[in-house]
């Protein structure tokens, strides 16, 4: 048995949605999840993992830095929704890593009409958080 990279996403966010702070059960799972997220997680246990530490909030670099691999691997099976909640997650815990945010911001612009309006504001907070201002991103917001 043990624990596949969505129960451990879900567990994260169960507490997260609480606003149960047990860091030694936060750094437990993502410790779990450094072998798991890239063999086998989804973009949705990308996102919920990313949402969990965010609202809490607890800065876990090593996780941050694989949930940006394992996004930058998987970027276009993401839908708008888990991508722009991933984007405020790194924002909102004031993470800044450049090859995530112009993947972001490539795939966000080729698919903004995908994108609904909270997407959209997710998006554009985290890139105003963060200082990020590509220019295809913007023109593709501003047409949105």
């Known amino acids: 048995g043990g624990w596949n990279s ?8 169960s507490f997260a949605a609480l606003g149960e702070r047990n860091l030694p059960l936060l750094a437990a799972i993502a410790a779990g999840l450094a072998d ?3 063999a086998e ?10 949402w969990a530490y965010a ?3 607890m800065l876990h670099k090593p996780l941050m830095d694989l949930i940006a691999t394992v996004s930058l691997r998987m970027m276009e099976q ?12 790194f924002a909102s815990l004031g993470v800044f890593n450049e090859p995530f945010m112009l993947a972001i911001s490539a795939f ?3 698919k903004m009409a995908c994108f609904g309006p ?3 504001s997710n998006l554009s907070w985290a890139c105003a ?3 990020f201002s590509d220019h295809p991103l913007l023109t593709a917001v501003a047409s949105a």
């Open 118 to 120: 909270q997407e959209i």
């Open 55 to 57: 609202t809490l909030p």
């Open 129 to 131: 958080t963060i200082s």
């Open 36 to 38: 798991r997220l890239i």
């Open 108 to 110: 966000s612009s080729r």
């Open 41 to 50: 997680a989804s973009p949705q246990d990308v996102s919920n993992t990313a």
């Open 6 to 13: 969505r129960g451990l996403a879900m567990m994260a966010w």
């Open 78 to 89: 993401f839908e708008p929704r888990n991508l722009s909640i991933t984007a405020w997650a």
